[in-house]
């Protein structure tokens, strides 16, 4: 119920006079009497009363400073756009910048710096851009702005962390006084996704120094000291009508998880990200601190390789998948803190989800009959680490299992030190982590297509490579829905990959902290939380 909706209710004259009495601090019995007093009757005027707490305590409030700790910071922490590596630039980039477009809750592009953009091939896109936009020097948005930023990405000297994404586009250029028009080299009907994501925000043409952040988001830079913390104050000349509503954000990088929590429940944060489900109960029990809970992609994904080793046995593969007790896991191992995942990479929160596809189910007999069919015997290294996140835990309950069926897993566990360069991709059973992506095609590029970087398990299948290569280059979306499902059919089948569960991001705040809500690129609020809370009185 928002105060919009309460004045339609009761007329915007009743509406007025109610909020305003609110404001200065009347109770629900008090606007009960002042609805009675005018006529109404009580059982309608009980509910409007309701409806109208409710509608004040969710309005925005202006005014406040928060302070908020990411889990990461270093001497390399960044305001260039192009440099983003971790949360802690992500979120300090969403303060200062904005993009053309911008993710929401279902990661679909909506309208940001560009106020439309259109295709008819996929592969020419023109992007009509918002009148009455200004840096935080004064200086006007213009398409040189957006041709600078985007066609930055593509110079080897900017060593951008988003490269590879960038090389897809062809050319940027200026077609009129508010348009920009982007070529790619092949159709990628996703491109207003990753136009969304961190990098691809937009700074002043011709900027080479970045670290005064200019930038045309909700906040302005006051203070920046990498490796030490960013102060930023309120943007009031933003091109979103009321946002945003704090003065002044300090924003800190803390490493260590328990001090973290620390900081928090001592007064010291009023946000922090990424809490331990294990610290979740002392969070909730300390009065006027909670928990927000965002459920994303991320998943830790048992990797057998099928060009080498027991996995070169898809028997030896499907019998792994049927030895997930994956209820168990979530209950013992994530603390509820996940959904159960289908050995495929795209997760309930993704709008190419595939919700049709049968859920395998934890089956012994199933397991017994392919581990016997694929003829492996004898101990079976399985490579374990604290760098892919609850990967231990998950394999000891496969032993346990594997036991009840004749199968002998030898738990290795790996420092995480060192883990990604040393042991994934080079285990033949193992763990990997992927972190929650933009898109379908994003995770199926990296992680699936028989030429990727990050193929985990080698599997090659060149009618998955063709469907991913056609779906980009979909504009129906009902077409690409159905592309997407044939596809995570496929890799659930076929891959060696076998994913029990999607991983939940857990930040602890202060409740008089309001306005989070979930967006599945990861924890604060898809690290965007900035323009969009506010302070309870």
């Not at 002043?204 to 030490?228: A, N």
Request: contains cysteine; hydrophobic residues 40%; proline residues 6%.
């Amino acid at each position: 119920m928002s105060d919009n909706q309460f004045q339609n209710i009761v007329g915007p004259r009743e509406s007025i006079r109610v909020m305003e009495t609110l404001r200065r601090g009347a109770s629900r019995r008090d606007v009960l009497a002042m609805l009675m007093a005018g006529g109404m009757q009580a059982t309608l005027a009980g509910s409007l009363a309701g409806m109208a707490v409710t509608a004040h305590a969710q309005t925005p409030r202006r005014g406040g400073r928060i302070r908020v700790a990411a889990a990461t910071s270093a001497a390399s922490d960044t305001l260039d756009p192009a440099k983003q590596s971790n949360q802690n630039d992500y979120v300090r980039c969403n303060m200062v910048y904005n993009g053309l477009t911008t993710l929401d809750g279902s990661l679909t592009p909506q309208p940001a710096l560009a106020e439309s953009f259109a295709t008819a091939d996929a592969k020419t896109w023109v992007f009509t851009l918002r009148k009455g936009v200004t840096f935080h020097d004064g200086k006007a948005l213009t398409p040189g702005d957006v041709v600078f930023s985007l066609m930055r990405h593509k110079e080897p000297a900017t060593a951008s962390k988003a490269k590879a994404l960038a090389e897809q586009i062809e050319s940027v250029k200026a077609t009129g006084p508010n348009e920009v028009t982007v070529v790619l080299t092949t159709p990628n009907a996703d491109l207003p996704v990753i136009l969304g994501t961190f990098h691809f925000v937009i700074a002043k043409e011709g900027t080479t120094d970045f670290s005064t952040g200019i930038g045309t988001g909700p906040y302005k830079l006051k203070e920046f000291k990498p490796g030490v913390r960013t102060v930023v104050v309120r943007n009031d000349n933003y091109w979103k009508p009321g946002r945003p509503y704090l003065d002044e954000i300090e924003f800190v990088g803390i490493a260590d998880e328990s001090a973290r929590v620390n900081a928090l429940l001592s007064g010291g944060m009023d946000l922090v990200a990424s809490v331990n489900p294990r610290a979740v109960a002392r969070i909730k029990s300390t009065p006027g601190y909670t928990i927000f809970t965002t459920q994303s992609g991320q998943y830790s994904d048992l990797i057998m390789r099928r060009d080498m080793g027991p996995g070169a046995s898809p028997d030896f593969a499907l019998a792994m998948k049927y030895l997930f007790d994956r209820e168990q896991m979530k209950k013992s191992i994530a603390l509820d803190y996940a959904v159960l995942a289908n050995d495929q990479p795209i997760d309930p929160t993704n709008r190419f989800y595939f919700k049709g596809l049968p859920q395998r189910a934890f089956d012994l007999d199933k397991a017994k009959f392919h581990l016997q069919k694929s003829g492996v015997t004898g101990k079976v290294p399985v490579v374990t680490s604290p760098a892919a996140m609850y990967s231990t835990e998950i394999a000891l309950l496969l032993q346990q299992s594997g036991q009840r069926i004749g199968l002998d897993l030898d738990v290795k566990r790996m420092p995480a030190d060192g883990y990604w360069s040393n042991h994934w991709l080079n285990s033949p059973v193992g763990f990997g982590n992927v972190n929650p992506r933009p898109s379908a095609d994003a995770l199926f590029t990296q992680f699936f297509k028989s030429d990727a970087a990050w193929n985990e398990s080698r599997w090659k299948n060149p009618q998955f490579d063709q469907l991913l290569i056609a779906a980009r280059a979909e504009t129906d979306v009902a077409k690409r829905r159905q592309m997407y499902a044939d596809m995570q059919t496929m890799v659930h089948n076929d891959a060696g990959i076998g994913i029990p569960l999607f991983l939940a991001s857990t930040d602890g705040h202060s409740t008089k902290l309001k306005g989070l809500s979930p967006i599945p690129l990861g924890g604060l609020m898809g690290y965007s939380f900035a323009e969009n809370v506010w302070l309870d009185a």
